[in-house]
């Protein structure tokens, strides 16, 4: 059973940074892909970034240059750095794992995860 814990939220004022991490249990993750996805209140759920073990990352287009996403295989844990965060950046965000290898072109797309997080939440005040 994958089970995956998410952390590192908070409040923070605009321009500010935070890390976010997603710890993985489970024998799948070393041989899958893993993403991050983000909701705010009234909005559909949006692909932030995603990456596989053998591949580069994958970003939302208007989200390049402040995040980063990485991942610690030793530790089984994924990342997202958040940098010069705004308003508009607060959401739930979620780590997701997809449990077998997927296409680059769809990882930004929810529909391919198999395994979620509960989330973490992100406040950015103005």
């Known amino acids: 059973q994958v089970q995956l814990v998410e952390s590192g939220g908070g409040s923070v004022q605009s321009g500010g940074s935070l890390r976010l991490s997603c710890a993985a249990s489970?024998?799948?993750?070393?041989?899958?892909?893993m993403g991050w996805f983000r909701q705010a209140p009234g909005k559909e759920r949006e692909g932030v970034a995603a990456?596989?073990?053998?591949?580069?990352?994958i970003y939302a287009e208007s989200l390049k240059g402040r995040f980063t996403i990485s991942q610690d295989s030793a530790k089984n844990t994924l990342y997202l750095q958040m940098n010069s965060l705004k308003p508009e950046d607060t959401a739930m965000y979620y780590c997701?794992?997809?449990?077998?290898?997927?296409?680059?072109?769809?990882?930004?797309?929810?529909?391919?995860?198999?395994?979620w997080g509960q989330g973490t939440q992100v406040t950015v005040s103005s």
């Open positions: 997701a794992l997809t449990g077998g290898p997927t296409p680059r072109f769809l990882l930004l797309r929810g529909g391919v995860y198999k395994y």
């Open positions: 489970g024998s799948t993750y070393s041989r899958t892909c």
């Open positions: 990456m596989c073990s053998d591949g580069s990352p």
